[in-house]
């Protein structure tokens, strides 16, 4: 599935790359199904017969539920559908014919039960962003060159990440209350507290993440979200050792904020969720 933002359906790289990919194998379009879930303010037009797609289908949602409502719409279709896996993506990620070329021989070998999440490295300025091992204080990127199932925890970004549907709605589907930040991480947390592993593979797309560019491609209302979502995760799952370490690592990052950045309301943000008692999510 793809879910778009304000964005039209020629602006997608996604969508364009995916329609690259099966104009140059119709066997694989015959093997997709796609989903586009559009979360902006006006709807577009789509007609499945437009496009080189085995199966297509447009969702558009004026009220923007967020990632949650769009992942766990998708998770019903595939249900309904008997389909296995459900392989997520936002509208500015470029696939290639590697990834599922990859993807769908993983899917097809003998895959253990316990494999809830098959993932690709995704990369940005030559350092790898996802997956990242998960530390005690902070997260490590898995080395470049390793693929196969992680025997240690994992988390990783939504876009490219290939889920098992049994898994997921064997931990209650997306969690409503992480409607887009953190809804990634407290997934690949609750998988594999449940007992679930990860598969990284050997495949390599660009991702640009835009927490590492806060000021040119993230607002600072935007910005305020992750901070609560962040509170609502670390509660939840007493990562990095918990509510005290994380309001000394937000006054930390406050102040680099402060120091880095032009405009401080970043800063200021950071500081106030330090002391934030609250994890309410704004929307």
Known sequence: MVVLFQCTLSQSKTIQSLVTCCVHDSAL?????????DNSPMA????????????????????????????????????DKGI???LLLDHDTVV????FSTLMRQIAAPIPASVCAIVPKLVQHQTVISPQIV????????????????????TALNSG????VKAVMGIGAFPQEYWL???????????????????????????????LNLEGEMSAERYANV?????????????????????????????????????????????????????????
């Open 29 to 37: 379009a015959d093997q997709l199904s796609i989903l586009v879930y």
């Open 44 to 79: 577009q037009r789509f007609d499945a017969l437009d496009w080189p797609f085995g199966q297509s289908e447009y969702r558009h949602d004026a009220a923007n539920g967020g990632l949650a409502a769009a992942y766990n719409y998708a998770l019903a279709l595939a249900q």
């Open 84 to 86: 296995d896996w459900l």
């Open 96 to 99: 290639g014919l590697e990834l």
């Open 135 to 154: 530390g005690k204080f902070r997260n490590h990127s898995v080395a470049p060159t390793f693929s196969g199932v992680s025997s240690r925890p994992v």
């Open 161 to 164: 990440a290939c889920l098992r």
């Open 181 to 211: 930040e953190y809804l990634d991480h407290i997934m690949f947390s609750r998988l594999q507290g449940g007992g679930g592993q990860i598969v990284v593979l050997d495949v390599t797309i660009q991702h640009r993440l835009s927490l």
């Open 227 to 283: 901070l609560s979502a962040e509170w609502l995760f670390v509660r939840e799952t007493a990562w990095a050792w918990g509510p005290l370490v994380h309001r000394l690592r937000l006054l930390k990052r406050g102040l680099s904020h402060y120091i880095k950045l032009r405009d401080k309301s970043y800063a200021l943000r950071a500081l106030r969720s330090a002391f934030s008692k609250t994890t309410s999510v704004c929307r």
